[in-house]
């Protein structure tokens, strides 16, 4: 059942609180993948002329996905964006933590709709053809019809290639959507705004680690790093 205050509109602050649900979350989450094997997680972002701040931010932090994940077999990402007008871009998928920073590096962001349709579309797609361990996406705002957005995240949840929403800002309306686009797809939702690049690189190291290696792979993150994600894990175990 959803806590009363995940009814309420997100703060303007993230709260601890929140990225320790959005970790719990991601812990309690199946995985399929074969020991040993990289993980694939689609990274996909909102590129329109507001998301430019966050773009840069996300672009100067993305080796952490990397990094986590290096000793549980690696991980492939593919990036995917939308901006401008109806523009729909995805990348080969790399296990190159330069090549990834080359390519988000490249991308300006330009004033248009949202397309989130076209990235769940896509998730459903590519993991036809190979498992997609995970999808990820990073926006502010939603411009679509919410119904439709759920049932491609209904069809999600059904292949195991749950969604983790981040949602910067405080439209209520994107709040509504993210959460159901999560909650549909087996994934989770978290809200971010100040202190952005702490709060990202935290959320995107626990997404790309459960990516890796599942439940198991964030425990074993959590006996070395200890603080809070130490203690949801105990959470979980019942402790």
């Not at 020991?35 to 996909?44: D, K």
């Not at 994940?69 to 007008?85: H, K, P, W």
């Not at 896509?122 to 939603?142: I, R």
């Not at 993210?178 to 909650?183: G, L, Q, T």
Request: net charge negative; aromatic share 8%.
């Amino acid at each position: 059942m959803m806590a009363e205050d995940d009814e309420k509109f997100p703060s303007k602050k993230t709260s601890q609180t929140s990225v320790d649900a959005f970790i719990n979350k991601i812990a309690a989450t199946p995985v399929n993948n074969a020991v040993g094997t990289p993980g694939r997680l689609l990274f996909a972002m909102d590129a329109t002329a507001s998301r430019q701040p966050a773009w840069d931010t996300a672009a100067r932090i993305q080796g952490e996905m990397f990094r986590e994940t290096a000793a549980l077999g690696g991980l492939d990402i593919q990036l995917a964006f939308y901006r401008g007008f109806g523009e729909f871009k995805v990348s080969q998928w790399t296990d190159s933590e330069s090549e990834l920073l080359g390519l988000m590096t490249s991308v300006t962001c330009r004033a248009g709709e949202t397309q989130i349709g076209k990235v769940l579309s896509h998730a459903l797609n590519e993991t036809s053809k190979q498992k997609v361990n995970a999808l990820v996406f990073v926006g502010d705002s939603v411009e679509e019809d919410i119904d439709e957005l759920g049932h491609k995240a209904g069809k999600l949840g059904l292949v195991g290639a749950p969604a983790f929403m981040f949602h910067e800002g405080d439209d209520p309306l994107a709040q509504f959507a993210f959460r159901e686009v999560a909650r549909l797809s087996n994934g989770a939702y978290c809200q971010f705004n100040y202190n952005a690049a702490q709060v990202l690189r935290e959320l995107l190291g626990a997404v790309a680690v459960y990516a890796a290696g599942g439940r198991l792979a964030l425990e074993d993150m959590a006996k070395k790093r200890g603080g809070e994600i130490l203690r949801i894990v105990h959470q979980l175990k019942g402790e």
